[in-house]
């Protein structure tokens, strides 16, 4: 899955905050889907909370890298394993 179509699909999301975590449920018709919420870590949070329709993958592993001090490589890894995370949560949709 890439990020534009993420983009698409938050809309098809509410996420709500609770203590430190970040929590999507999923909406159908409008309605929320209590049943299959998501909870996500602060890596996975912080790649939700930055993907837009003008995002791409190499200005979000910068963004990742220099907020988490982390190196490229490792910031590539964790946005390819939101990716494939978020790819088998949708094939269900």
Do not use: C, H, Y
């Amino acid at each position: 899955m890439d990020i534009a179509k993420i983009s698409n699909l938050k809309s098809k999301f509410v996420s709500r905050e609770v203590g430190n975590e970040l929590i999507l449920v999923p909406l159908t018709n409008n309605v929320a889907q209590m049943s299959e919420l998501f909870t996500l870590n602060e890596t996975a949070r912080f790649i939700w909370e930055n993907i837009t329709d003008k995002t791409s993958t190499s200005n979000l592993e910068a963004a990742i890298v220099e907020t988490f001090d982390i190196d490229n490589e490792t910031a590539k890894n964790d946005i390819e394993n939101f990716l494939k995370q978020m790819e088998k949560l949708l094939a269900n949709k």
